[in-house]
T-cell receptor, first 113, second 112 residues
Framework: NAGVTQTPKFQVLKTGQSMTLQCAQD?????MSWYRQDPGMGLRLIHY???????DQGEVPNGYNVSRSTTEDFPLRLLSAAPSQTSVYFC????????????FGSGTQLSVL | DQQVKQNSPSLSVQEGRISILNCDYT??????FLWYKKYPAEGPTFLIS?????DKNEDGRFTVFLNKSAKHLSLHIVPSQPGDSAVYFC???????????FGKGMKLTVNP
């Protein structure tokens, strides 16, 4: 019963580098999303997907790309990392109707120097 | 502009007493509200939810109250236990939207 799996758990990047945060779920959930958590800011939605091939922007999408080629995976790409992207990133998924509870991964701590 | 507000950053209570966590919202179109709990180095976990057609929902020691006219909800934990020590997030959803909006969180400490 893995649930939502995020890799890596920790990552340090230099400004301008690119990387992909991985997220996979084994619950056959249609909806997946990415949030970032910053001190004093709560959780803010970056991008979300309601199914394979369908993605949309959240509250803070700039600097991030996503794609959804399978139901299970929803990677988050940083094209050119900036110090402002230093944060803890959470992937989440849910099934069923809007309002169903989200299941979160354990997070990726990203530092951009 | 914060649509979901948790104005108190922290709360400390004694074991066995009641914990009351408050949340205010500004968007009158929100019609579904959820509470999540988060331990350090873990992802948030769902705690309890309430639809705008109700004013109260209970699940064991946890009760959420919704006052739509005041745009206010609260989470009551009775009795509080040391294992309840965590950060609690209030979240809201507008009907038809896929975007769950979170508050900044509130750190609850339950002292033995």
């Amino acid at each position: 019963n893995a649930g939502v799996t995020q890799t890596p758990k920790f990552q340090v990047l230099k400004t301008g580098q690119s990387m992909t945060l991985q997220c996979a779920q084994d619950m056959n959930h249609e909806y997946m999303s990415w949030y970032r958590q910053d001190p004093g800011m709560g959780l803010r939605l970056i991008h979300y997907s309601v199914g394979a091939g369908i993605t949309d922007q959240g509250e803070v999408p700039n600097g991030y790309n996503v794609s959804r080629s399978t139901t299970e995976d929803f990677p988050l790409r940083l094209l050119s990392a900036a110090p402002s992207q230093t944060s803890v990133y959470f992937c989440a998924s849910r099934s069923g109707q809007v309002g169903e509870k989200l299941f979160f991964g354990s997070g990726t701590q990203l530092s951009v120097l | 502009d914060q649509q979901v507000k948790q104005n108190s950053p922290s709360l400390s209570v004694q074991e066995g007493r009641i914990s009351i966590l408050n949340c205010d919202y500004t968007n009158s179109m929100f019609d579904y509200f959820l509470w999540y709990k988060k331990y350090p180095a873990e992802g948030p976990t769902f705690l309890i939810s309430i639809s705008s057609i109700k004013d109260k929902n209970e699940d064991g020691r946890f009760t959420v109250f919704l006052n739509k006219s005041a745009k206010h909800l609260s989470l009551h934990i009775v009795p509080s236990q040391p294992g309840d020590s965590a950060v609690y997030f209030c979240a809201a959803l507008q009907g038809g939207s896929e975007k769950l909006v979170f508050g900044k969180g509130m750190k609850l400490t339950v002292n033995p």
